[in-house]
């Protein structure tokens, strides 16, 4: 298998085992290598009165797609910490879009930055996430 | 009103309006001036193939108890970013309580910590939000 | 004066005035509008008995180039805070670079990502500034 | 060795060899495991012309202390990264302490918070380090 399509098989592995993501109505847009993409909607148990979603659920979408991305060199990874700020609120009914590169993967620590946007394509937050290479492959007869 | 009793005052008024956190099944366990503790189950929902509970729902824990924490001086304010360290796993069935100390209040800055422990009393991770105060309070008669 | 030429002016006025800066020998590259590039040289006051350079001059390296490059518009701003990953160590004579490049700027906030890197274009550290703008401007007659 | 001990003497090891914190003038108040004090005066070429400290050299402090207290155990350890926030200005003559406290110690990661204050107990900075061990000790017949 060459690389990109390790990367898809991986995350499909991921996906099939991923009840919160799925629970959450995300959706898997994209995965290369050191890459991913997931959307959300915001939906009414995500919001407070005033129409504002919580902030620990834009977290969690970027925090998915930082999973997506972390392990999308087949290798296994595990999320040692990140960080996040909020830009702009996120509201009932947006169209949610976390995007995640890679930036940096030096022995067993990676670096990866996620930012979370709108249907409007504006900046809701942007989060930098810090993994944990750890023993085992996801596809394991790759 | 005291501080004390306004304190609790102003995270009632908040829960009324949380939908996220009652979503997840969140007990506010304690609201007093610059502190909050706010108790989860990791229920299947929460939880990947191998019952672990995932990143973004302990991150959501500690932020609400983030909020509740950073609005009990009745000053309404708003996360403007966070961090978060994994130090441990959290399983199905796990009983997770955040508790939230506040650290400094500055201007309208705050620093806030959450740590996320476990029924055992295991530490899961530690959270640091960063709180910006905005206009408006919450016990508008206080 | 053209965005570019304000950047221009506002670095000089700022680094007429950075002792610190200074002292530590580094040098501005190049500033731009929402960019800076620093470099210095990893000296023996810099180092331990096994010639690492101490990681607070590595971030100091970085929240230099995070400062000319989130006052770059001309409008005042200093740093709310910032975060630092260490990805490899510097060492005794390492002619270390920063270049920031701004991510966002929303009402008074600003995110910068300053990466450093070595004279072989390793990566040494990764760092995210968050700025708040204040009253003023540097150059006064813009 | 006793810990307490133990925790003084991979102190004097390290300070033998911190040609950084003793250029910039530090002073180890004291070590013991999991906890470090030390100050720093900020002199003018710390400063900029507003008599403004560098918040690069305000992280330099804090960042020592991290490294002591996370070595206090004997156990070699480095930083992996720290976030810092800034609350309140430091100004020429300021005697700086940086005060730190382990959090959290969890296999080979640990958790160190720094708080910065000035010589009237004034908040200046909070800083938390993650650390990571390595292999090694400091006093290596304890």
Known sequence: M???ALAKAAAEI???DDNA???LGMRVEEVRPGYARISMTVTPNMVNGHNLCHGGLIF???DSTFAFACNSHNQRAVAAGAAIEF???ALLGDELTAE???QALKGRTGVYDMKVTNQ???LIAVFRGKSATIKGLLVEDA
């Open 60 to 62: 969690t979408l970027a």
């Open 21 to 23: 993501s799925k629970w």
């Open 14 to 16: 991921m996906w099939r």
């Open 120 to 122: 409007k394509n504006e």
């Open 100 to 102: 995640g590169i890679e």
């Open 87 to 89: 830009l702009a609120p």
């Open 2 to 4: 060459d690389k990109a």
